[in-house]
Nanobody, 118 residues
């Protein structure tokens, strides 16, 4: 069973930066596409960014140019560097394996809370 552990969240002022980490176990991590998602209070969970096994990346329009997703397969870890943070980025951030445009094996982890103050 794939398990995800997200970390690196915190409280930051608008314009600041954070780097999130996603560690996965129980899977052939390096061969999978990994996606970051977020859920703000009262909102549905939304996709933020994805990175393929080969390193190709895609971003939601709301974060393009501010967030950067990367991976270190040797450490079974995917990162999300978040710059120029805005209050609307406040959410719990999660990672998952993606199979095409669908969620892959595993369940949602506990996520990591990001709070951006204005």
């Amino acid at each position: 069973q794939v398990q995800f552990a997200e970390s690196g969240g915190g409280l930051v002022q608008a314009g600041g930066s954070l780097r999130l980490s996603c560690a996965a176990s129980g899977s052939t991590f390096s061969t999978n596409t990994i996606g970051w998602f977020r859920q703000a209070p009262g909102n549905e969970r939304e996709w933020v960014a994805r990175i393929s096994s080969g390193g190709s990346t895609l971003y939601a329009d709301s974060v393009k140019g501010r967030f950067t997703i990367s991976r270190d397969n040797a450490k079974n870890t995917v990162y999300l560097q978040m710059n120029s943070l805005k209050p609307e980025d406040t959410a719990i951030y999660y990672c998952r394996i993606l199979t095409g445009n669908f969620l892959g094996p595993g369940n949602w982890g506990q996520g990591t809370q990001v709070t951006v103050s204005s």
